[in-house]
């Protein structure tokens, strides 16, 4: 993959980073998306938990994620930030949905079910967070 | 339980200012409870039940508690944003019911529009949940999470930019009605649409006011009501729930609404044709939309059709909703517009809603309330009222 863009200030807010949710963060540095999945009811989930949310089973899995997804929905916020900037949940092939940002697509909100692949961009503190763009 | 066993809403009380830089936030909550209080005919040592939410300063009740100078033997502080008040209400009439306390006073106030808020930009109230690692980097603020539940609701229902516009052309009709309103003038729907876009598809147009300002209702038990001289409400039917997004089944176009709508009218014995006239909480258009649709009043995804064409106007239809202009053109006291459904609910149970917008010989009221965000995570609250 491409070298992360790093911009002179990046428009993305550092994320607080726990024992919990560190390990998704390192894997993001590797540029490797990766997912929560349940072994006890086979279901998977974001963002990711020690405990299933679906059977509070503790028998928790990662998943690598393929990348690629489609919009489920999103929306461009025009005014009243510096730079304006496209929030959507992706699906993910592997069936589970996030929250994310858009990106390379103009001005434009994407529709819904537009196909994508994420890319990885880096907070202000220097934290790598997966993204997504056209596929 | 009988009717006349509930416990009734005896006072009700709208700040009317907009803006208030001269005042703090702890005095408006003062003024809003004194105007409650004055408003049932009541004095504040008859208070022993207190509720407030986050726009309270201070820890839970603790502050505004001693601020008041009340001696409450039953508080609560449950905090589910603009949908907590009517929670309050619910919960203050269990209360009452199960003996805990007789006179329950909930306030709420705060100055957003002093203090430069704006639902472009993010809440702080959460950085520390557990999902906001997840969410804050993206920038996720009130506006454009609402705004995906748009986007979502016109893909799989075809619901139009002009259909979300009506909404506002219905509140903006009510508003030219009310003197403390921030917005009176009349919009049509293409005024709507040529105002800018926000958060796509949304329009500024399409957002709540950002206000100063507060209100207090008082819930008592029946008997000190009908010591009262005020017309009696019952609080009949009410219902709470929270909804969020599951990451492997994902809905942002059905809300909470569902779930307290459907108990709120089965505790009542009521269905939504029996209800003439709702308060339906509106942070933006596509909430009211949402609600509609969730509370039964219409079937999902024909909310579209069912807000058009100036349906929900007092006096067009068979239902209207938010008589007082709503959050849409009158006021968001706090950023959180509960507290307002209830008391337009009251007023037009008492029959003392403007009489441009009245609804003759009203005798049932819904209003629905939704706190937090659609897109993401949400409290919804439920209240079905009758009028003695």
Known sequence: MNEPERKAASIYSDPLLNPENQFWFESAAEERLIYRYCIACNRAHHPPRSVCPHCHSDRLKWGVSSGR????????????????????????DEGVTMMTNLIGFGSETPAVGIRVRVRFVLTEGGIHIPVFERD | MNRKERACIVGAYEHPTRHAPDKSVAQLHAEVAHGALKDAGLDARDVDGYFCAGDAPGL?????????????????STDVGGSSYLVHV???????????????????????????????????????????????????VPINSYAMAAQRHMHEFGTTPEQLAWVKVTASHHAQHNPNAMLRDVVTVEDVLASPLIADPLHRMECCVVSDGGGAVIVARPEIAASLKRPLVRVIGSGEAI???????????????????????????????????????????????????????????????????????????????????????????????????IIEAVRQLRGEAHPAVQIPDCGIALAQGMGGMLGSRHGSATLIMERE
């Open chain 2, 243 to 341: 909804g969020y997004v599951d990451s492997s089944a994902m809905n942002i176009t059905t809300s909470a609404a569902s779930q307290s709508g459907a108990a709120a009218f089965a505790e009542a014995g009521l269905s939504p044709q029996d209800i003439r006239y709702a308060s339906i909480y509106d942070s933006f258009t596509i909430t009211v939309l949402i609600q509609l649709e969730d509370l039964g009043f219409c079937e999902k995804g024909q909310g579209g059709r069912y807000v058009a064409d100036g349906q929900l106007i007092a006096g067009q239809g068979r239902l209207a909703i938010n008589t007082d202009g709503g959050g849409l053109c009158n006021n968001h006291p706090a950023n959180r517009g509960g507290m307002t459904k």
């Open chain 2, 60 to 76: 839970g009740p603790l502050s505004m508690v001693e601020y008041l100078g009340l001696k409450p033997r039953y508080f609560e």
């Open chain 2, 90 to 140: 619910r919960h203050a009439a269990q209360a009452i019911e199960a003996g805990h306390c007789n006179v329950a006073l909930i306030t709420m106030a705060g100055r957003p529009r002093s203090e430069g808020s704006s639902g472009t930009k993010a809440r702080t109230y959460n950085f520390l949940a557990p999902e906001a690692p997840f969410e804050t980097p993206y920038g996720l």
């Open chain 1, 69 to 92: 997804g489609a919009v489920y929905s999103s929306s461009m916020l025009r005014r009243g930030v510096s730079e304006p900037y496209c929030i959507a949940y992706v699906t993910l």
